[in-house]
């Protein structure tokens, strides 16, 4: 464009009058001062030290994402040295917290004189969420923004309660998407029509929606606004012959549990609330607390240390060995092998803590494998002294279904030249191996091969006499919950004493679990087990430890 009537100054001007009332960027580039100014809004939401600025390639690259510079800086050279007149590109600038967000930074050049005389243009964020929603006819996660910015401060009390409906990529899938935007629009309708006056409905990702309530009420409030919505959902699920069955969940977020209002930090916990909400079981609602969280972001921060003790050969994991004996005569037979894992920032995790974040993520799986080859090491190390020494092993569901467990058990068993039936996997939640149609397969092998059975933890949740015929294993565990529930209750106590007979009479073994004093010992003795495992007898230890203090004084 020839012919420039407008200065750069008044350009700069344009811009400061306008930039209140748009929400993108424009910007004015002076090529001839090496001068750049774009709206101050932008200073606020990227990482620029200034709106306005000289040296301008140099400055760029102070918050232009490092690998979209070059691309970047080659584009302005171009317009730069006249090679063309308009720049249109999409590359990253760095925001306020640090993150990378795609922008659209379009610009044409002005000469003067024949001359590059400044670029003027206009940068807006590619991802920024629409102001409004037409699907919902509410406003949109930018709207939110924008109002939590201008407001949120003066708001120390009230609430926010966010709110989505439970697994609506189903209803998507089956009813197709035209249908899920009926729902969505339904569910706005829904949420609506339970607002007082005051409170703002925004319609966030997909099937998400957040109330604002600055009224200054409280989580009581909160949690009958999330149940009055929960009560016309049903009923517009019924009204419309639940054509598709849904509910919705909630994470309710106080306003006096925040210490600053920044946008990202209240996205992030009130998302935080409402996953927490799902986890617990759905259709329900789920109120902050701030040790919730914190417990959270722990277990993130251990699953990412276990992955890097994981690729880091096992550092921080030690196998433990607990003492098994005959209950009558009182003689070391074996150990049970437990696993312990230490991080110089949480000291000594509870497997409580990490057998959960192991399955979870799969990495029982090598770490399985691992444990295994310790205990089988132990085992032929410890029958030096006691030739028939016997090793226990616990295995997870996990590791039954989704590796080949059985297979590595005997090999290793033939590896450390172990007899097999010298081996006992013990096993817990043979509820969830026992709807596996694979298992009574895996069942078998492991039986011809001669390893044998355990069943852990029985008297607790997921046990009961079924699977003594489904599984038919060699040795049933008490857990320590019932012994202690036993030494303190008649009730329960005859019920042991019922369970011992019972499990005698099929020829299977018992081993009471968790003896921790003299006085439990004797009261658990008359019930005649055939082992006995506990604190008082012995406590988990390292091999070396384990060797001293039961191998050497019982060999
Ligand atoms: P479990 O297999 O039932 O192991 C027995 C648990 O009871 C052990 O807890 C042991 O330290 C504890 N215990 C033994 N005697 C007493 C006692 O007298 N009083 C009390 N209060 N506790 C006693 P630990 O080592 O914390 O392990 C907890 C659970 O974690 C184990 O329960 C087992 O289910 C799991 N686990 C441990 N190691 C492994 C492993 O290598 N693989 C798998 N899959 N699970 C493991
Ligand atoms: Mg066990
Ligand atoms: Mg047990």
Request: with cysteine; charged share 25%; proline share 3%.
């Amino acid at each position: 464009m020839e012919q420039n009537h407008i200065t750069v100054q008044q350009l700069c001007q344009t811009i400061d009058l306008i930039h209140t009332c748009i929400d993108d960027y424009p910007y004015v580039y002076d090529l001839v001062n090496d001068y750049y100014y774009i709206s101050p809004d932008a200073a606020k939401r990227f990482a620029m030290s200034s709106h306005s600025f000289h040296d301008v390639v140099e400055n760029l690259r102070a918050f232009v994402y490092p690998s979209d510079f070059e691309a970047l800086q080659k584009d302005l050279a171009e317009v730069l040295s006249g090679v063309k007149d308009t720049h249109n590109m999409q590359y990253r600038m760095m925001n306020t917290d640090g993150e990378p967000i795609w922008i659209n930074c379009r610009g044409h050049l002005v000469t003067e004189n024949g001359k590059p005389s400044y670029m003027v243009g206009c940068i807006n964020e590619i991802g920024k969420r629409q102001k409004a929603d037409n699907i919902s006819g509410l406003l949109g996660e930018s709207s939110l923004r924008s109002y939590l910015e201008e407001f949120s401060p003066f708001f120390p009390s009230g609430y926010l309660l966010r709110l989505g409906i439970d697994d609506f990529k189903g209803i998507n899938e089956k009813l197709g998407v035209e249908y899920g935007d009926h729902i969505l629009k339904k569910t706005a309708e829904c949420i609506s029509s339970c607002l007082y006056p005051g409170q703002q409905l925004y319609r966030l990702v997909a099937d998400e929606f957040m109330i604002l309530d600055f009224l200054g009420d409280g989580l009581e409030h909160a949690i009958n606004l999330y149940k009055n919505v929960r009560t016309t959902i049903d009923q517009f699920v019924e009204s419309n012959h639940y054509e598709a069955v849904f509910t919705i969940s909630g994470g309710v977020l106080e306003n006096s549990s925040l210490d600053d209002f920044s946008f990202s930090d209240i996205m992030k916990l009130s998302e935080y609330a409402l996953n927490e909400a799902k986890r617990r079981g759905k259709n329900q609602c789920y109120s902050f607390v701030l040790e919730d969280y914190e417990q959270y972001l722990k277990r993130r921060h251990l699953k990412q240390i276990i992955r890097q003790a994981v690729c880091n050969n096992y550092e921080g994991f030690q196998a433990y060995f607990q003492p098994l004996f005959h209950a009558d005569s009182h003689t070391l037979y074996g150990a049970e092998t437990l696993m312990r894992f230490y991080t110089p920032e949480y000291g000594m995790v509870s497997p409580g803590d990490f057998i959960p974040i192991l399955e979870e993520t799969g990495l029982i799986i090598p770490l399985g494998r691992w444990i295994l080859h310790q205990a089988l090491f132990a085992c032929k190390h410890i029958q030096q002294w006691i030739p028939d020494f016997q090793i226990n092993v616990n295995v997870s569901y996990i590791q039954i279904m989704k590796s080949n467990i059985i297979s590595e058990i005997v090999s290793a068993a033939e590896q450390y030249e172990i007899h097999p039936s010298r081996v006992v996997i013990e096993i817990t939640e043979s509820g969830k191996l026992e709807s596996d149609v694979h298992f009574s397969k895996i069942w078998d092998k492991l039986k011809s091969n001669g390893i044998r059975l355990a069943l852990d933890d029985f008297g607790t949740g997921y046990s009961n006499f079924h699977y003594l015929n489904d599984l038919q294993p060699d040795v049933i565990k008490i857990d320590r919950s019932f012994t202690a529930k036993a030494m303190v209750n008649e009730y329960e106590y005859n019920l042991l004493s019922l369970m011992s007979g019972l499990v005698h009479d099929l020829k299977l073994k018992i081993c009471i679990e968790g003896i921790e004093t003299e006085e439990e010992h004797n009261r658990m003795l008359d019930l005649k087990p055939d082992y006995s495992q506990g604190f008082y007898y012995g406590r988990p230890c390292p091999l070396i430890d384990f060797i001293e203090q039961f191998v050497k004084m019982s060999s």
